[in-house]
């Protein structure tokens, strides 16, 4: 759709006039508060996620001291560094027929 100088004109006018009013104000504010709460669910979701690492790694650590004995700070470095639930979760089970750290660790990813 093709417009001369003058209609372009005319709606740049309607647009800026638009920008100033209650309307404008009232969208501009529930976009506000969209964008905030859609934040907020990420943030939540991110700090949920993290929150079961954290515990899915202390698990390990737990079992893992009750079958294997401490681990040493390069194995809790190691441990530390494993980012996917599902083989903090693969190692926790491996807790009850691993007879070493070293051989528990052996499929985990090195990062």
Not at 5 to 15: C, D, F, G, P, Y
Not at 21 to 49: F, H, K, M, P, T
Not at 53 to 67: N, P
């Amino acid at each position: 759709m093709a417009y001369d100088r003058t209609n372009a004109r005319e709606i740049i006018r309607v647009m800026r006039s638009f920008r100033d009013s209650v309307a404008y104000e009232i969208l501009a504010e529930e976009g506000r508060e969209r964008g905030l709460a859609e934040g907020l669910e990420q943030g939540l979701e991110q700090g949920r996620a993290e929150g079961q690492l954290t515990e899915a790694r202390r698990l390990l650590v737990s079992l893992g001291a009750e079958r294997l004995g401490l681990p040493d700070e390069a194995t809790r470095e190691s441990i530390e560094r494993i980012e996917g639930l599902e083989m903090l979760e693969r190692l926790i089970r491996g807790t009850f027929t691993a007879s070493t750290w070293q051989d528990l660790l052996a499929d985990a990813p090195r990062c």
